[in-house]
């Protein structure tokens, strides 16, 4: 999240990431990993979860990065998430 935040995603590789959440801030709209009871940036206590892929997806769409979705047993040792940095 934090590198696609920064902008330093080129290319994204996702597969499904089941019962991996994200927080997302109701006010501020940014969205971060560790769970909490407030915004880790703005202090507000409006938050929701979501699904881990969906929160990724969004944030490689507003950021023009490449996005490809794969089935992870297709691929041995894959994760579930990998990025190609720009830098």
């Given at each position: 999240?934090?590198?696609?935040?920064?902008?330093?995603?080129?290319?994204?590789?996702?597969?499904?990431?089941?019962?991996?959440?994200?927080?997302?801030?109701?006010?501020?709209?940014?969205?971060?990993?560790?769970?909490?009871?407030?915004?880790?940036?703005?202090?507000?206590?409006?938050?929701?979860?979501l699904?881990?892929?969906?929160?990724?997806?969004?944030?490689?769409?507003?950021?023009?990065?490449?996005?490809?979705?794969v089935?992870?047993?297709a691929?041995?040792?894959?994760?579930?998430?990998?990025?190609?940095?720009?830098?």
């Amino acid at each position: 999240l934090r590198d696609l935040e920064q902008g330093r995603v080129q290319k994204l590789v996702l597969s499904q990431l089941p019962h991996h959440t994200i927080s997302e801030c109701q006010d501020c709209g940014r969205m971060w990993a560790e769970a909490g009871q407030n915004c880790i940036y703005c202090g507000s206590a409006g938050f929701r979860y979501l699904p881990a892929e969906e929160g990724l997806i969004r944030y490689a769409l507003n950021s023009d990065v490449e996005t490809f979705l794969v089935e992870a047993e297709a691929i041995p040792g894959f994760s579930g998430v990998a990025a190609l940095l720009r830098y």
